[in-house]
């Protein structure tokens, strides 16, 4: 008999243990539903039953993870915590001059990892060119706060990495990706980058981005006053395709979201640096516990709608359910998404090259936690 003449299929590559292969359909599916190509890591008690590729990406093919990037520097700042370089709960302004003004000596690292340093945005319009030249890491100095330190919490997309970036660099003589490289990606032997290398730069996926489309409460908010804007978000907002395509852009070392990395890579990164689906680990129990606490939930004075953080992850809420409560991770304006679950003993990781109408983690990241959470309450 003839075949019959079949749409195009969904073709998944890389590894797969037999108990995943329902995994892999779902993942199938999801590649699928959206443009671009996407990665699929999970790790579970130390077994890597995923490692999967789909769409226009090999497992292999380096990829711009954006606000992912965070979850790794919230590791940083758990490390030089531990080992006693950084103490989270000093005001910054004891190390960092520019920061001694009466309205900003009160913010510490804490508050910087947790989104409440008053300082989620900055007035001023940033050009790309400028924002290539440091000029951020200028107007963090300048900027008022937009409320008092600690009393409420707005998500810094750019400016966390700028604020973070400061203190590593006035604490420590180093930047957040140089202590990166030293102290964790170096000794667990993962290759992530804040702005792809120079040799790595052709090897970087191209992006897709569908038109974006503002949520109703977030529209609202925007144009009612409520939501704060971002100047340094100027050149993102006027084309991200083009800024995001930039070489300059994919080379920039922006902690915030200029991470570079394949889900395979992000996985077993986290698995070593939370000794989660691992042997050893580069944080003690107590350290990831620190640093996965509970610090802010509520409503966000920058996203409009209900967030939830520890010292700079992101934990379980309604926009991000993740594995459940205990689990930790970060979510990426591309798609992208990492998840750890220690009571599970599961490290999640899932790379996207594409960008859906709305930033955050994908539809078929969320789809995948689901079938996830399933799959490990029937084994």
């Not at 079949?6 to 590559?13: G, R």
């Not at 606000?67 to 006693?84: D, I, L, N, Q, R």
């Not at 290398?197 to 908010?221: K, M, R």
């Amino acid at each position: 008999m003839t075949p019959p003449n079949l749409p195009p299929v969904a073709v998944v590559s890389g590894a797969i243990d037999d108990s995943a292969a329902e995994l892999a359909e779902v993942f199938s599916r999801a590649v699928a539903r959206s443009a671009g190509g996407a990665q699929f890591t999970l790790i579970v008690g130390g077994r890597t039953v995923i490692d999967v590729a789909g769409g226009s990406l090999q497992t292999d093919t380096p990829v711009q993870v954006f606000s992912v990037s965070k979850a790794v520097v919230a590791a940083a700042a758990a490390h030089a915590y531990e080992a006693g370089a950084l103490d989270l709960d000093q005001p910054v302004a004891s190390f960092w001059p520019a920061m001694a003004k009466a309205t900003t000596k009160s913010i510490t690292t804490r508050m910087v990892l947790d989104h409440s340093c008053g300082i989620p945005a900055v007035d001023q319009p940033l050009t790309t060119e400028e924002l290539l030249a440091g000029a951020l890491d200028r107007a963090i100095e300048i900027q008022e706060p937009l409320w008092e330190p600690g009393t409420e919490h707005g998500y810094g997309a750019f400016t966390f990495g700028a604020l973070m970036n400061g203190v590593f660099s006035h604490a420590l003589g180093v930047n957040v990706s140089g202590y990166v490289a030293k102290h964790l990606t170096g000794p667990a032997g993962h290759a992530f980058w804040f702005g792809a290398p120079p040799e790595e730069i052709t090897s970087v996926a191209a992006l897709s981005f569908d038109f974006p489309v503002l949520t109703q409460g977030h529209g609202e908010a925007i144009m009612t006053g409520n939501a704060i804007s971002d100047g340094s978000f100027v050149p993102i907002l006027s084309g991200a395709p083009f800024f995001f395509g930039d070489p300059r852009v994919i080379a920039a070392n922006w902690p915030s979201l200029s991470g570079v990395t394949t889900a395979s890579h992000l996985a077993h990164l986290f698995s070593a640096i939370t000794g989660v689906g691992g042997s050893t680990s580069l944080l003690s129990g107590n350290a990831v516990s620190d640093m996965s606490a509970q610090r802010r939930h509520g409503m966000d004075r920058t996203l409009y709608h209900v967030t939830r953080f520890g010292s700079g992850v992101e934990l379980p809420h309604v926009y991000s359910p993740m594995l459940g409560e205990g689990s930790f991770g970060h979510q990426g304006a591309g798609g992208s998404l990492i998840v750890v679950d220690p009571s599970r003993d599961v490290v999640f990781a899932y790379v996207s090259s594409h960008t859906q109408t709305t930033v955050g983690a994908s539809d078929g990241s969320l789809a995948l936690l689901g079938a996830v959470s399933r799959w490990l309450d029937q084994r």
